[in-house]
């Protein structure tokens, strides 16, 4: 039989000068990682090759996490927009923006499954009086969702309806369960702040909930799973990594709070508070009895 074994390296700073760093996505095509400056309204780019980092656009309206479509596409989540966006050679275009007539609170983190839908969690951060994080304004459902779209109805559904502050989301490597954090602590609900799991029957319906972890430090924001569907999670004070079974693997400090995560060929990038991080890991295999 084989087990894994979990190698990370020493972690490294690549980028500073951030009010609040967030979504992470590695490109492949030019080898960087683009991510955003959210209260200065910007989209960043690290270029691995050059080390150094650039703006991407400004008067970005406060976008958030982030990911690859099935066609290579960045989408992403506009907290000014109120919407799911796709990044195009002519700039960025709604994807989708409202639910049963109203308009969405301030999409926050999004996974596209294999199937090409996008999952999404709407928590009303970008919605506050101090205009921080995103335009304030008023909700205009009764809730914070986690959504579904689909691209062959072109319509968002609601699929989780009973968290406080649905925030980070990702599937396992087979796509049956989805995982999603709490942060509703923010608010007025303490015990909203750990990682939910839920299990897919194969209708895009999660199953109840079960809670699959809940960090030492501060509270899990956004994560990303590995190919061995282990969970590597933002915190307080730095990245933690869950087995499938919720078992704490391991712990990487970070000297300021982590908000989310990504890989990209066998690095993990860290968007902290006011700068963007590496670690180089690796996974190996012994042999054992």
């Given at each position: ?5 979990l ?17 992470p ?11 955003s ?13 050059s ?30 927009r109120r ?18 007539g ?10 596209v ?24 304004g ?24 009973d968290?406080v502050?649905?925030n980070?989301?990702a ?19 303490p ?6 799991r ?11 909930s ?10 899990a ?18 990245v ?12 990487i400090?970070?000297?300021?709070t982590?908000?989310?995560?990504c ?9 902290a508070?006011s ?15």
């Amino acid at each position: 039989m084989t087990e894994p074994v979990l190698t990370i390296g020493d972690l490294e700073r690549l980028s500073d000068g951030t009010a609040w760093s967030e979504g992470p996505v590695w490109l492949a095509e030019t080898r960087s990682v683009r991510w955003s400056d959210i209260p200065n309204n910007r989209i960043l780019e690290w270029d691995s090759i050059s080390g150094e980092t650039g703006v991407f656009r400004d008067d970005a309206e406060f976008t958030n996490g982030r990911t690859l479509d099935t066609q290579g596409l960045v989408v992403q989540c506009s907290h000014g927009r109120r919407a799911i966006e796709r990044e195009t050679p002519e700039g960025p275009e709604t994807v989708v923006d409202r639910w049963a007539g109203g308009r969405f609170n301030s999409p926050n983190d999004l996974v596209v499954a294999s199937d090409g839908s996008i999952w999404f969690t709407d928590p009303p951060y970008g919605l506050h009086p101090s205009g921080h994080e995103g335009r304030p304004g008023e909700q205009e459902y009764d809730g914070c969702y986690v959504f579904r779209w689909d691209p062959t109805t072109n319509e968002a559904i609601p699929v989780v309806t009973d968290m406080v502050h649905p925030n980070g989301l990702a599937f396992s490597p087979d796509e049956s369960v989805l995982y999603v954090s709490d942060t509703g602590f923010y608010g007025d609900h303490p015990e909203a702040k750990h990682i939910l799991r839920f299990d897919l029957d194969g209708t895009h319906r999660p199953g109840p909930s079960a809670v699959f972890a809940v960090v030492p430090h501060g509270a899990a924001d956004g994560f990303t799973v590995d190919e061995a569907g282990r969970v590597w999670t933002s915190a307080g004070d730095g990245v933690y990594v869950y087995a499938p079974s919720g078992e704490l693997l391991a712990h990487i400090p970070v000297p300021e709070t982590v908000s989310n995560v990504c890989f990209g060929e066998g690095v993990l990038y860290i968007t902290a508070a006011s700068g963007l991080y590496r670690v180089r890991t690796a996974l190996s295999v012994i042999n054992g009895g």
